[in-house]
């Protein structure tokens, strides 16, 4: 196990940071359960109407996708798996059609009075060839007030998965990279340094470990009951992810008697929602919008700039830039959503612009294809859509998303807006 960090060698606003650790395992799981996975360890592959399936062991009161991981009944998790899609704390699924960072959840925990602990999860997709996203990148950032002492935690997880061409056996690589720890005794004040037997602090720190034989990466934070568990995607472009034998994914894991100590209240309602309500599906009710629309909002709108150091990505920047600067109301974002989001969510496109290009360029042109999108719907301008509609086939190789493809330029222009009935 990497230990918890020694707290009482950090000073007054002394920051460790880029403290790297690299893991490795090629673990074999559990037995084999269909034609191309195999099940954790404490799962068992049976034939559910047909279908074979991973099974979580109902005799030790465990549930979850028995691919990636089996947690105890009643707990509260947060699921990212496959390709990708989210089940959030309400149990809900959603797609989620992103290469952009975005905010999985902000909680606030208040385990005493006079303690409060603030948890937040990042998460960044690639595209990979057949159109399917990935979760490659994860980003937990933990800030802790103790009374008036402090402390801010932020790790960064990400992987990578290749075959052995001998034994034909998947090797997993894990990297944790610390970018941010700092400890503060009255941050508002002067104050001496931390003492040697304040320990206080441990309980919250992550402590990093590896699941050797499932091929997961496990972060515990103790004080709040939570853990993290990792499974990366190949970057390798040779290696199809939908066909490794053990599914790639994440899933955030807060014990049952744990959620009592989180205050909804002062949590932020991202695309994780709550366990008491509401759902995507009744936020996206309540605005009158679809929910893979809601869902595409709420990441975009909690991205980037609210994002935990370790996601560098200009496109993104720009995109996020846009969406807040340019987009003038909230429904003009929504609606300007509903179109440009097609670029990331149409399978049809997706597969074929994966094929038509290699990965290092269908990563940064499926991005740029977004971003003219939302320029030329936020700006209301109707030159610019006209050139996206006729340059971006040209440079994709590919017919445009149905959506872009419908889209009468015309009746974006700023002057037909202002010429509009008041």
Avoid at 29 to 47: F, M, P, V, W, Y
Avoid at 151 to 168: I, L, R, Y
Avoid at 187 to 209: C, E, G, K, L, Q
Avoid at 266 to 278: K, Q, R, T, Y
């Amino acid at each position: 196990m990497i230990p918890r960090l020694i707290l009482a060698a950090l000073g007054v606003g002394l920051t460790i940071a880029q403290q790297e650790y690299v893991l490795y395992t090629n673990g074999p799981g559990g037995e084999e359960c269909g034609k191309l996975h195999r099940c954790i360890s404490n799962a068992t592959c049976e034939d559910v109407s047909g279908v074979h399936m991973c099974v979580c062991s109902e005799s030790m009161a465990m549930s979850g996708n028995g691919k990636l991981q089996c947690v105890p009944k009643g707990d509260h998790n947060v699921w990212i798996q496959n390709d990708p899609h989210l089940k959030n704390f309400h149990r809900e699924f959603a797609s989620l059609l992103t290469p952009c960072p975005y905010r999985v959840f902000s909680l606030i925990f208040v385990p005493e009075v006079d303690t409060k602990i603030c948890v937040e999860l990042f998460a960044q997709n690639s595209l990979c060839r057949g159109g399917h996203y990935f979760v490659t990148k994860l980003s937990l950032s933990t800030t802790v007030y103790l009374g008036n002492d402090f402390m801010k935690q932020t790790m960064e997880f990400e992987g990578d998965v290749f075959q052995d061409v001998n034994s034909g056996s998947y090797n997993y690589t894990f990297i944790a990279r610390s970018l941010d720890t700092t400890v503060l005794d009255k941050p508002d004040d002067v104050v001496n340094i931390a003492t040697a037997d304040d320990s206080r602090f441990v309980d919250y720190t992550m402590a990093v470990d590896k699941d050797a034989l499932n091929n997961l990466l496990k972060v515990e934070i103790m004080g709040i009951g939570a853990t993290l568990f990792f499974r990366p995607s190949s970057m390798f472009e040779d290696i199809n992810n939908m066909e490794l034998p053990m599914v790639p994914g994440a899933v955030f894991n807060i014990k049952r008697d744990s959620w009592k100590m989180v205050d909804t209240t002062l949590s932020h309602f991202d695309i994780a929602s709550f366990p008491e309500g509401p759902s995507l599906k009744v936020k996206a009710t309540e605005l009158g919008v679809s929910k893979p629309t809601l869902v595409q909002y709420l990441m975009l709108s909690s991205s980037t700039e609210d994002v935990a150091v370790g996601f560098n990505d200009t496109i993104c920047d720009a995109i996020h830039s846009v969406f807040e600067s340019k987009c003038k109301t909230e429904k003009e974002k929504m609606d300007n959503l509903m179109i440009c989001s097609s670029v990331y969510a149409e399978r049809e496109f997706l597969e074929c612009l994966t094929s038509k290009h290699s990965k290092e360029e269908f990563t940064v042109i499926h991005k740029e294809f977004f971003h003219r999108c939302m320029i030329a719907l936020c700006n209301m301008d109707s030159i610019e859509c006209e050139n996206m509609q006729k340059e971006m086939p040209k440079i994709t190789g590919c017919p445009l998303p149905k959506k872009i493809a419908g889209l009468n330029c015309d009746s974006i222009s700023v002057d037909q807006v202002m010429s509009g009935p008041m």
